[in-house]
C-alpha cells in the first residue's frame, strides 16, 4: 500500500451524525445546554464541591474555543471508529483466507513489520512511538482472537 495517502481525520464541520448544538444555558451562566438537551458545566468543581474559582470558564470566547475544540475531537473519534470497523473487516477477510488455506491465525514477523511501520508513522506524525506500540498491539491481539476464533468455528468471530 506504500504511496496512497494516509487518510486524514475531516474538519470540525464533518460529522458522522453527531449534533454539537451547545447554547449557554438562561438560567447557569456555568452551564451550556448539550445537544441532547443535557446541562453541561464549563467550570469545574473544586474538591470542596463549589466552582474553582480561577479555573472558572466565564469568558465566551473559551467558552467557544472549547466547544470549537470538542467537536474536532468528537469527530475525530468517530473517524477513528469507522476507520477501525474498516481495518476490522479486512483483518477478517484474512482471517477467512487463513483458515481455508490452514495458516496460522498469528504471523509474528508480518506483525514485528506493521509495530515498526507504525512506530515510524507515529515519529513522522510527533506522536510517542510507544503509545502507538502499545495501540497496534492492543489490535494486534484483538485480530489474532478474531482469526483464532475462525479458525476454531468458521465464523466470523465477531
Request: charged share 25%; aromatic share 2%.
Amino acid at each position: 500500500m506504500r504511496g496512497h495517502p494516509v487518510p486524514r481525520p475531516a474538519p470540525a464541520t464533518y460529522s458522522h451524525g453527531v449534533s454539537h448544538s451547545e447554547t449557554e444555558h438562561p438560567d447557569h451562566p456555568d452551564t451550556v445546554v448539550g445537544a441532547a438537551g443535557e446541562a453541561v458545566p464549563t467550570v469545574a468543581p473544586s474538591p470542596s464541591g463549589g466552582s474553582a474559582g480561577s479555573g472558572a470558564v466565564t469568558d465566551p470566547a473559551i467558552r467557544a474555543e472549547l466547544t470549537r475544540l470538542r467537536e474536532s475531537i468528537d469527530n475525530i473519534d468517530a473517524a477513528v471508529v469507522h476507520m477501525l470497523a474498516e481495518r476490522f473487516k479486512c483483518t477478517q477477510q484474512v482471517g477467512r483466507l487463513k483458515a481455508e488455506h490452514r495458516l496460522p491465525p498469528a504471523d509474528p514477523e508480518r506483525e514485528a513489520r506493521q509495530i515498526a511501520r507504525l512506530r515510524s508513522l507515529a515519529e513522522n506524525a510527533r506522536l510517542d512511538p510507544a503509545f502507538a506500540e502499545k495501540l497496534l498491539n492492543f489490535i494486534i491481539a484483538e485480530v489474532i482472537r478474531h482469526h483464532e476464533t475462525i479458525a476454531g468455528t468458521g465464523e466470523s468471530g465477531g
